[in-house]
């Protein structure tokens, strides 16, 4: 799926991340969500290749990278934490400053690391998320039911991996085929590869790691860049799917607004996957916001 790219294991802050390099030209690092992998760019990867030299790697926690046990505050899954892993990476691979392409749970970890290494990253795009603190403190009843898993996956360990080890196939394909645009978007051999790691061990605290981190010490870090006026100082681009519940639920472009000075952006006519659901869209909409 990734025709020309090597693929490459490297350390970061003790954890080895696995990634995917191909291409030539400046630094693009690509960042997939939940509950999947690097794969997630599969059909737009070629194109981005032919303008960057592009980094597509699995966060802690998830595809092949490791999957440190979870630690009491969930601290080693902070998005500041995983930030800091992709910082490593794109240093180990000489690059001190790129641009960030990023989808859903990747997506906030870009937004992290933006605020966190304004001089690393040039330019950011997000795609369907609105900023964590906000979808947090103005979740209703739509948008608890669309995105139950965030209220579940933060239950304590072990009680949601050991329901997600019991059967990972389900998982899978309830938690992304109960979107919008149900599999259809999805390749039966990105499906398999999102089902073979999601079976690794460790798979499934790792990616609940993620959500409980988030649902603390990430708001902790949320509000103490609010008190100190940190915010997103890169020029960034927010799209959103026009069918996902981030678009219905949200206003994103706004939200964006309170926490990036530089930001534009808007729906797209998809769901929540936009890279597998529309990826020549997302190319006519992101090549020219990151070459330019």
Not at 18 to 47: D, R, S
Not at 66 to 87: E, T
Request: hydrophobic share 45%.
């Amino acid at each position: 799926m990734f025709e020309g790219f090597t693929e490459r294991r490297i350390d970061a802050n003790g954890v080895a991340i696995h990634a995917v390099v191909g291409g030539q030209g400046p630094a693009l690092l690509l960042l997939h969500g939940h509950p999947q992998t690097h794969v997630i760019w599969h059909k737009v990867a070629g194109e981005l290749a032919r303008h960057f030299t592009v980094v597509a790697t699995d966060l802690r926690g998830y595809g092949d990278s490791d999957k440190p046990a979870g630690v009491a505050d969930h601290s080693n899954y902070s998005k500041r934490a995983m930030a800091a892993d992709q910082l490593a990476v794109m240093r180990a691979l000489g690059f001190e400053r790129f641009r960030v392409l990023a989808h859903d749970r990747g997506a906030r970890v870009a937004h992290r690391l933006a605020v966190d290494y304004p001089d690393a990253v040039e330019k950011l795009v997000t795609l369907d998320i609105a900023p964590t603190l906000a979808m947090y403190a103005q979740t209703n009843e739509a948008f608890a039911r669309a995105y139950y898993h965030w209220f579940f996956l933060i239950r304590p360990a072990p009680f949601p991996e050991t329901l997600i080890e019991a059967d990972p196939e389900l998982y899978i394909r309830q938690t992304m085929g109960g979107r919008s645009a149900g599999l259809a978007p999805f390749t039966e051999a990105a499906l398999a590869e999102y089902l073979r790691c999601l079976k690794t061990p460790g798979a499934a605290h790792g990616l609940c790691e993620d959500y409980r981190a988030s649902a603390g010490i990430d708001l902790e870090h949320d509000r103490a860049d609010i008190a100190a006026g940190r915010m997103v100082e890169c020029e960034m681009l927010a799209l959103w799917g026009a069918d996902g519940a981030v678009g219905k639920c949200f206003q994103p472009l706004e939200e964006w607004r309170k926490v990036a000075r530089r930001v534009t952006g808007h729906a797209l006519p998809c769901g929540h996957y936009i890279a597998e659901e529309v990826p020549d869209q997302l190319l006519e909409e992101a090549l020219p916001f990151l070459k330019g």
